[in-house]
């Protein structure tokens, strides 16, 4: 312990905790460490000698080694280590200190913890943190939720150690309460939907048969053009990567049963009760959970039969079909954030949040996982119009949409031809479908509920909100 008071408070020093002291110690802070297991924080300190780093062993030692009023950041596995972490340092905390949770919160849960500090008279900020490790390290995007008033004493801090996009820092205040840890959830669900899709384009491929270099390239010469982004650039370098032990491309040995920590099933639960589709979110999460059904998949693949003719397509339509794959994976992927962001608005209207969209894109430019090139063209959609009813109705991306719709087609329906799963793929274009289509099958859907249940239906030849039934014929047996 040094005399002097440090400026900012970290606990808990796995993979996140650590990048980030050290990225807010590389601003110029003192920082201090804490970790439940005491020989992280030693061996932790011990691999950065000479930085303005102090460890301390207890939560007492901690919280006094801070100067008021204090910063403490909480950066442990999400759940119930949160409250565990909170419940021992309120004894030691004194009014006006600042409580950050960074860690994958559920927002409900961010917003019972600030109805439980708020009244203490401490102050509670619920930050999502996006960029996993080098993110934390060199510069992550941080959704801060919570009072004006306390983002205002943090900012100094967050926007000196955030990426940095178009000059401006991925950092800016979503709103009050859980608002921060909300967004960080969309951002996930649409970290799914944009990993599931990649994943069914490499899939389209391989079934194509390209080999897993080939499809390396064609991921990493994408990533020069509009769909530049971090996912399309780290898919191209993992399928590259090759297994030392057998000489083969990792990927090829890696099991196919994917993980998921939850944000991603949060994403849809909030979307049921909110009344906003996110098919290809929803597609994605539950590719996960298919995925992760191996034995049953494996002995449905002797039982159950799909097409018979294989693709046979030579050099030329292999190319011609990679072509479009980039098409349908770009028009994909735009539904996938579109989807995301009609739940933020949908949200943000519900709970009061005043979530500027256009600032909320912005921030994602740089330092999350889902940032990409497109994101500018997002972010512009919503500044030049703040009301936007939905993304794909601005004029970039209808254009864009009407330039890729028929290749998008011509990819499911090759993939559909060759019993190839897109999930995500096809949800994305059956959304869009169904939301330019002017007159949907629901005048069929409500003459059934009438004639079942006498629900009633309003027609179109009188005015809105008349409600009519039809005697209906009797059915017997
Ligand atoms: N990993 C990633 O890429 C990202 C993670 N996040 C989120 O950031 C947070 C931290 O993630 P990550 O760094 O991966 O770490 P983990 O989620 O793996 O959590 C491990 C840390 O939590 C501590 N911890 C666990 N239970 C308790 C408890 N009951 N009391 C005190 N400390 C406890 C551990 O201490 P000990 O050493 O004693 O076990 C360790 O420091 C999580 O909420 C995660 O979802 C967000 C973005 C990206
Ligand atoms: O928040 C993150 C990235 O933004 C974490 O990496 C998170 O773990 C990803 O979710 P999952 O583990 O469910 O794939």
Redesign the pocket.
Known sequence: MTDKLNDFGL????????NLVLNVESRGFHVSVY???AA?TDEFVAQHPGKRLTATHTLADFVQSLARPRKVMI????G???D??IE?LLPLLEADDIVID????LYTDTERRDAWLTPLGLRFIGA??????E??RKG?AIMPGGPASTWAVMQPIFESIAAVAEGQPCVRHIGPGGAGHYV?MIHNGIEYGDMQLICEAYHLMQSAGMATLEIAEVFNRWNEGELQSYLVQITGKALEQIDPETGRPIVELILDKAGQ?G?GQWTLVNAAEQAVVISTINAAVEARVLSSQKAQRVAASQILQGPTTPWTGDQAARDALVAKIHDALYAAKVISYAQGLDLVRSMSAHKGWDIDLGGLASIWRGGC?IRARFLNHITDAYRTQPDLAHLMLAPYFAALLNRTQQAWREVVAHAVTQGIPVPAMSASLGYYDSLRTARLPANLLQAQRDFFGAHTYERIDKPAGQWFHTDWPEVVG
């Open positions: 606990i808990g020093l796995a993979v996140m905790g650590q970790n439940r297991t992280v950066m442990v596995k999400a119930a280590a949160v565990a972490v021992q960074g860690g994958n919160s999502g943190v996006s960029g996993g490790e993110g934390a992550p960080k920590k944000t996982i």
